[in-house]
């Protein structure tokens, strides 16, 4: 029987079982407690996904990929901290998410890190040159030297790690 049993006490009951029509006798039995939750089970698996979710999403910042655009990959990378983006999409370059014509860039540049300096922030030191792997040199150095002029302390190119 039910009773028997060691879980008698968390089985739930019919309650047609219940009924004093069908079951004469349920009047008289004692009231049986309601099947409880176990949160035990529950407030582990919580655990583990925000565990999970903190350890995804905690490992360093990313850059906003472009459709289309293949990064080259590095044997040697770090993570990086990202101040000012260069992306070089075709013959399109964009600072940040605005498009700058190629005679613009230097200037922008110069005004960038104007005004991070003014602001004395320790962020945007380094400038950071997304493109794709098939870009030639040619299209790539001038933003180097734009750099350079600008004073940006560190030029580091979007890499994918092996």
């Given at each position: 029987?039910?009773?028997?049993?060691p879980m008698s006490?968390?089985?739930l009951s019919?309650?047609?079982l219940?009924?004093?029509?069908v079951n004469?006798q349920?009047?008289?039995?004692?009231a049986r407690?309601e099947?409880?939750?176990?949160?035990?089970?529950?407030?582990?698996a919580?655990?583990?996904?925000v565990?999970?979710?903190?350890?995804n999403?905690?490992s360093?910042?990313?850059?906003d990929?472009?459709?289309?655009m293949?990064?080259?990959s590095?044997?040697?990378?770090s993570e990086?901290?990202?101040?000012?983006v260069?992306?070089?999409?075709?013959s399109?370059?964009?600072i940040g998410?605005?498009a700058?014509d190629?005679s613009e860039?230097?200037?922008r540049?110069i005004?960038?890190?104007?005004?991070?300096v003014?602001?004395?922030s320790?962020?945007g030191?380094s400038?950071i040159?997304q493109?794709?792997?098939?870009?030639?040199?040619d299209k790539l150095n001038?933003?180097?030297?734009?750099?350079?002029?600008?004073g940006?302390?560190?030029i580091k190119?979007?890499v994918l790690?092996?």
């Amino acid at each position: 029987m039910i009773n028997d049993r060691p879980m008698s006490e968390t089985t739930l009951s019919s309650p047609l079982l219940e009924a004093s029509v069908v079951n004469p006798q349920a009047a008289k039995s004692k009231a049986r407690p309601e099947a409880t939750v176990l949160l035990t089970s529950l407030i582990d698996a919580f655990s583990i996904l925000v565990i999970y979710l903190l350890i995804n999403f905690s490992s360093g910042e990313t850059l906003d990929s472009v459709v289309g655009m293949e990064l080259p990959s590095a044997n040697q990378s770090s993570e990086i901290v990202i101040d000012t983006v260069i992306k070089v999409v075709e013959s399109e370059y964009f600072i940040g998410d605005e498009a700058v014509d190629v005679s613009e860039i230097p200037k922008r540049l110069i005004q960038i890190k104007e005004q991070l300096v003014s602001e004395e922030s320790k962020k945007g030191m380094s400038l950071i040159i997304q493109a794709d792997k098939n870009n030639s040199f040619d299209k790539l150095n001038h933003l180097i030297l734009a750099g350079g002029q600008a004073g940006f302390s560190e030029i580091k190119f979007a890499v994918l790690a092996n």
